[in-house]
C-alpha cells in the first residue's frame, strides 16, 4: 500500500492520471491551477505523452476535450468557478452530444473570493445540464473519484462535473494510491449523434431525459447515513468538505452526507422521516437547502444558510457548524484593533507599476478619462498607491466596457489588459472596436507569461502586434514600449499621442515579469 501526502488537487490529478487520462485541458485559474501543474510534472503522464498544454480560455479547453472524448479517450478540463461561465456554450452543449471517451469537468469553487471576484456554486451548472456531479469531502475521495467519475461518464455516455472548493483543493492530506489503469484504445466515435442539428438535438435531449433515473440512482447509492437513524430532534446534511467540519464538531446527531448529484431526493426523505428538523451545511451557496422544502414540505423545518443559522456568505469553517449546533466555540481570537491595512500589491520593479504611473502622470490632464481594468494580477492599479482602474469586472471586458463609454462620449476610454486575459476574452472585444473605429485606447500589458497564477505560458507570446495588425488596427498606432521609469518621457509621450488620434490605438508595454525572471536566474545559478 503506498501512501502519499497530497494537495487535494495533486489528489485530482493523480487520481485521473491512475485512471487512463490521456489529455488534461485548463486554463489556470486559482484554486484549480495545481491539477493540471501536477500532471505536466507527473513522470507516469510524460511517459505516456499526455496531453498537458495550457489552453487560450475555457471554452477552447471544453471543446478540446470533448474532442479527446469524440476519440475514444478520456480527458479531464480544469478550472475556476468563473471558468464554467466562459465553457457554459460548450458544457450544456455536450450533455446533449453526449461523451465516447469518458470526460470529468474539474470546476474549484472558491468561497469568500479568495481571489476571485465573485462567490458562485458550480452544482447549480450540473444541474442546469443535468449530468452527474460529484463532490468529494476529502482528499482520498478526490482521487478516488476520479476513476468512478471516468467510469460513470462512459457508463452512461456523459459528461461528469466534479466540484471541490478552495478549502480541499489548497490543503493536505494523506492519499492511499491505488491501481493504474491503461489509456484508452484510439476509438473515434461513427455516430451521428455529435452533430446538433435540431432532428438530431432533439433525439438526443430526449435521450439525455432517460438517463436521468439512472444518473438519480447512481445519487441515492452514494449518499450514506453515518449514525442511527433513531428518532432525533435535528438531523444534519452534510454536502462534500462540510462533512469534515460536522465530523470536527463531534456532534452526535445523525449525519446524511451528500457526495454525488443530483440531489439525493429518496435518501433525505428516508432520513428526515427520523429527525424533527434538518441542518443543511454545505460550503457555497444553498444549493441542497433549496431544495428541500419541495421534497418535505413547506412546514418540516431546515436550518442553513437560507435561515441564518450558517452565514449566507464567505466559505463554511468548523466554527461556524459548530455555533448552528449550538456548541460554544472556545479560541476564537477578537479582531485585531489599530492595525494598519496591509492589502496586496503589484510586485516591486514591475512592469505594470510603470504602466500606471505614466497613465495617472497623463490622465492627470484630462479630468473625465475612465480606465476600465481586467482579470490578474494588474487589476491591483485598482489599488493604493495608483487608484488607475475604475472598473473590473470579467475576463475580457476591459475593452469592451471602453468601446461601450467611448460610443456614449467618455473621453478619453482607456483599457487595461494582461497579455493571457486578451488571447482569452480580449480579442473579440478589439475586432468590434475596430469595426466601428471606437476612439479608444487599448493598453496590452504584456509581462511575458500568466503572472495572477504562477507563471503559467501565455498563449499569445510574441504574437500580439500580429494579432492586432490581423484583427484591423492601423499599424502606425500599434505601439510597442518598454516600461521603466528612464523611459517615462518615451511612455508619456505615446499614450498622448493615441489619446489624441480619433480612433483604435493599442499600446503594448513588454517586460517580463520579475517573478518569472527570478526564477530562470535561479535556475541557471
Request: aromatic share 6%.
Amino acid at each position: 500500500m503506498i501512501r502519499k501526502l497530497l494537495l487535494g488537487d495533486e489528489a485530482i490529478a493523480l487520481g485521473a492520471v491512475n485512471a487512463g487520462l490521456s489529455g488534461v485541458y485548463a486554463y489556470p485559474g486559482t484554486p484549480s491551477t495545481e491539477i493540471t501543474e501536477f500532471i505536466q510534472g507527473n513522470m507516469l503522464a510524460r511517459q505516456r505523452g499526455l496531453h498537458s498544454r495550457w489552453c487560450t480560455n475555457e471554452k477552447t479547453a471544453m471543446e478540446a476535450a470533448l474532442g479527446m472524448s469524440y476519440a475514444g479517450k478520456r480527458a479531464l478540463v480544469c478550472m475556476k468557478h468563473v471558468g464554467m461561465n466562459v465553457c457554459a456554450d460548450a458544457f450544456v452543449n455536450s450533455a446533449v452530444t453526449g461523451v465516447n471517451g469518458g470526460l470529468v469537468v474539474l470546476a474549484a469553487d472558491d468561497p469568500s473570493m479568495h481571489s476571485s471576484q465573485n462567490e458562485q456554486d458550480s452544482r447549480f451548472y450540473g444541474k442546469f445540464a443535468m449530468i452527474p456531479v460529484f463532490e468529494p469531502s476529502n482528499q482520498q475521495e478526490c482521487y478516488d473519484m476520479m476513476a468512478r467519475a471516468f467510469d460513470l461518464s462512459e457508463a452512461l455516455k456523459l459528461p461528469v462535473l466534479m466540484r471541490v472548493v478552495t478549502r480541499l483543493a489548497h490543503s493536505r492530506a494523506a492519499v492511499v494510491i491505488g491501481d493504474v489503469r491503461d489509456e484508452n484504445p484510439l476509438c473515434p466515435d461513427t455516430g451521428k449523434h455529435w452533430v446538433l442539428l435540431p432532428a438530431i438535438a432533439r433525439r438526443q435531449y430526449q435521450s439525455l431525459i432517460d438517463k436521468q433515473a439512472s444518473i438519480c440512482l447512481a445519487a441515492e447509492q452514494a449518499a450514506v447515513v453515518d449514525a442511527s437513524t433513531e428518532k432525533c430532534n435535528l438531523g444534519i446534511v452534510a454536502c462534500g468538505i462540510a462533512y469534515n467540519y460536522v465530523k470536527e464538531c463531534r456532534t452526535s446527531h445523525p449525519v446524511l452526507k451528500i457526495s454525488q448529484y443530483p440531489t439525493p431526493k429518496d435518501a433525505i426523505r428516508k432520513f428526515a422521516a427520523h429527525c424533527e428538523a434538518l441542518l443543511v451545511v454545505e460550503d457555497g451557496q444553498p444549493f441542497v437547502e433549496e431544495q428541500i422544502p419541495a421534497l418535505l414540505g413547506t412546514d418540516y423545518p431546515v436550518k442553513g444558510r437560507l435561515t441564518g443559522d450558517l452565514p449566507r456568505t464567505g466559505e463554511l469553517t468548523p466554527d461556524a457548524v459548530a455555533l448552528a449546533l449550538g456548541k460554544s466555540v472556545v479560541g476564537i481570537l477578537p479582531a485585531a484593533k489599530n492595525l494598519a491595512a496591509r492589502p496586496p500589491q503589484l510586485c516591486q520593479g514591475c512592469g505594470h507599476r510603470d504602466v500606471y504611473a505614466a497613465l495617472n502622470e497623463v490622465l492627470a490632464d484630462y479630468p473625465e478619462s475612465r480606465v476600465f481594468g481586467d482579470i490578474g494580477c494588474y487589476t491591483l492599479g485598482a489599488l493604493p498607491p495608483f487608484k488607475s482602474i475604475d472598473s473590473t469586472v470579467d475576463m475580457g471586458a476591459s475593452i469592451t466596457m471602453a468601446k461601450g463609454a467611448a460610443d456614449a462620449g467618455v473621453f478619453p476610454a482607456v483599457a487595461v489588459i494582461g497579455d493571457s486575459t486578451f488571447t482569452h476574452s480580449g480579442m473579440t472585444g478589439l475586432l468590434d472596436a475596430v469595426n466601428e473605429n471606437a476612439n479608444i485606447v487599448v493598453v496590452i500589458s504584456d509581462n511575458l507569461t500568466t503572472g495572477m497564477t504562477g507563471g503559467q505560458d501565455s498563449a499569445g507570446t510574441n504574437k500580439f502586434e500580429a494579432i492586432c495588425l490581423g484583427l484591423g488596427v492601423d499599424a502606425d498606432h500599434v505601439r510597442v514600449v518598454v516600461p521603466l521609469p528612464k523611459n517615462m518621457p518615451e511612455i508619456t509621450r505615446i499614450i498622448r499621442e493615441e489619446i489624441e488620434y480619433k480612433g483604435v490605438s493599442v499600446i503594448i508595454p513588454r517586460r517580463e515579469c520579475m517573478q518569472t525572471l527570478q526564477r530562470k536566474l535561479r535556475q541557471k545559478k
